[in-house]
């Protein structure tokens, strides 16, 4: 089970090594088609928000950044694709943007079982729906495509296609901000998860 970035790190290990195995992979709000916006700003409308998300572009490419702040890993601007799939070295690698590495969708398959967990008024991951694969659509920042509608899916990269039509993906709900859930809703919907038999 992995909370936020945790998710695509775990996700990461399966796909990369895998050994021992993982049974059932837990993602918590993990960004798993990366972010394009800065946490808790109001929203693609905001001026502000704009602004900061500019400079933030400016600087999330560089080698220095990539190498050293987790958080740059993960970035994926929709305005400029060519310069994620040059310069990103975590997300468009286990993502199999570009090059196409296919221990990583062989590993992915053999989960037994992979849970999405999306909060409904993420404030943090934008856009939200990279929880559930989703993302902006290829060169703009305004409309969210589900995953069924982006590469990854439509040319089972990573395998997630394949395990979705095998019917071992589950896409959770959780009301409320970024990683914020009860007791109640963390032993009801994620305890059985971690069960090995389901």
Request: a negative charge.
């Amino acid at each position: 089970m992995g909370f936020s970035q945790g998710g695509q790190f775990l996700r990461a290990y399966v796909e990369r090594f895998n050994k021992p195995p993982v049974y059932n992979l837990v993602s918590v709000g993990g960004q798993h088609q990366g972010v394009f916006g800065f946490p808790k700003c109001p929203g693609n409308n905001s001026f502000f928000c704009e602004k900061v998300r500019d400079l933030l572009n400016i600087g999330a490419y560089d080698a220095a950044v990539q190498d050293h702040l987790a958080q740059a890993e993960y970035w994926q601007d929709p305005l400029n694709r060519k310069e994620y799939l040059a310069k990103s070295v975590f997300l468009a690698d286990i993502n199999n943007d570009g090059k196409i590495n296919n221990t990583y969708k062989e590993n992915l398959k053999t989960l037994n079982f992979l849970a999405l967990v999306q909060f409904t008024k993420d404030s943090v991951v934008q856009p939200r729906e990279s929880e559930w694969f989703g993302f902006y659509t290829p060169g703009q920042d305004k409309i969210v495509d589900p995953v069924q509608k982006t590469d990854l899916y439509q040319n089972d990269t990573i395998g997630l296609k394949y395990l979705m039509d095998n019917k071992k993906v589950s896409f959770l709900s959780c009301e409320g901000d970024h990683l914020q859930f009860t007791d109640a809703w963390f032993i009801q919907n994620l305890i059985p998860l971690l069960n090995n038999t389901i």
